[in-house]
């Protein structure tokens, strides 16, 4: 199997890359900073440096080509909350993207390509209660719901051609090296750790294995189709909180109220207080098999591999 990855520098696509080195397949990479990317990927089979937001890369790097997995994006927390210029950035950077992905693989006349494109959980409408949203429910109102819905629709629109589309779409990743933890793993270990709000609010997670092994088994069985990249078991904030804090051997002190995060992080604050009681329903049925449903499980894992 031939991969071409976009996005590969990144937390996800690193662990992707390790993967797909473990199942020796081959691997392309499209990156803007083609040096960067080769420093990461000495053994990548071809670095093509593209700004995809900026050109349609030509049709004759797809010729070899079994499967495009586009994880491309700007990190979406900022903590000075969203400018109107990040998130220009957030939006291009996933819209105007695969726009430009999916144009360049038209004019490749490659039609038994796959696809396998990101999304998020911020797809579906903010619930206060335990509201449970699979892969049929509508998308919501919010700056990224229109994201994510004008992103999947981008991707989609390969199908024209006849092109397999997965869409999976990520909660709360979890892994050592970025997501959430990597953003908040100081603060927690210096027992620092804080709950955002009243800590009801429900976190739909994925530990990065799972997100791993999830894209890849969309490529390998070549899925049409939604697929949430979530586990069986969302928890509410305040007990991932304490979980991770736990993990940690450290205690959990602080609340920071949501007025608070609001008038700090202004729209932004949403993605911390906003509840998402996701179930991968449509991913289960597909015959994907979770290695992590339990958090405890999870964060165990993610803290011992990577204790040297």
């Given at each position: 199997?031939?991969?071409?990855?976009?996005?590969?520098?990144?937390?996800?696509?690193?662990?992707?890359?390790?993967?797909?080195?473990?199942?020796?397949?081959?691997?392309?990479?499209?990156?803007?900073?083609?040096?960067?990317?080769?420093?990461?990927?000495?053994?990548?089979?071809?670095?093509?440096?593209?700004?995809?937001k900026r050109e349609v890369p030509q049709g004759n790097i797809f010729k070899d080509i079994d499967v495009v997995i586009n994880l491309a994006g700007e990190f979406v927390f900022s903590f000075l909350g969203w400018?109107?210029?990040?998130?220009?950035?957030?939006?291009?950077?996933?819209v105007l993207l695969t726009s430009n992905l999916v144009k360049g693989i038209y004019s490749s006349g490659n039609n038994s390509i796959g696809i396998v494109s990101a999304s998020a959980v911020g797809y579906y409408p903010q619930a206060d209660n335990k509201k449970i949203l699979d892969e049929e429910s509508e998308n919501g109102t919010q700056f990224l719901s229109k994201v994510c819905l004008d992103w999947e629709n981008e991707a989609i629109s390969a199908?024209?051609?006849?092109?397999?589309?997965?869409?999976?779409?990520?909660?709360?990743?979890?892994?050592?090296?970025?997501?959430?933890?990597?953003?908040?793993y100081w603060p927690f270990v210096f027992g620092l750790g804080a709950v955002f709000g009243r800590g009801t609010q429900w976190w739909s997670w994925i530990h990065v294995s799972d997100v791993v092994n999830l894209i890849l088994f969309c490529a390998e069985n070549?899925?049409?189709?939604?697929?949430?990249g979530v586990s069986a078991d969302p928890v509410m904030h305040k007990d991932f909180a304490l979980t991770l804090a736990k993990s940690l051997n450290k205690g959990l002190y602080f609340?920071?109220?949501?007025?608070?995060?609001?008038?700090?992080?202004?729209?932004?604050?949403?993605e911390l207080l906003n509840s998402y009681f996701v179930k991968p329903n449509a991913t289960i049925n597909a015959g994907y098999e979770f290695i992590f449903n339990d958090l405890n499980e999870a964060l165990k894992n993610i803290f011992l591999r990577n204790v040297k």
């Open positions: 199997m031939r991969y071409l990855i976009t996005g590969a520098t990144g937390f996800i696509g690193r662990e992707l890359i390790s993967q797909i080195r473990k199942n020796r397949d081959s691997f392309e990479v499209i990156s803007r900073n083609a040096e960067r990317a080769k420093e990461i990927f000495p053994d990548a089979d071809q670095i093509h440096q593209i700004d995809l400018t109107k210029s990040k998130k220009s950035s957030i939006y291009n950077s996933r199908r024209k051609l006849g092109i397999d589309v997965s869409i999976v779409r990520l909660g709360v990743v979890l892994g050592r090296q970025g997501g959430v933890i990597g953003s908040f070549r899925l049409n189709g939604i697929y949430n609340k920071l109220p949501e007025l608070f995060l609001k008038l700090i992080l202004r729209e932004m604050s949403s």
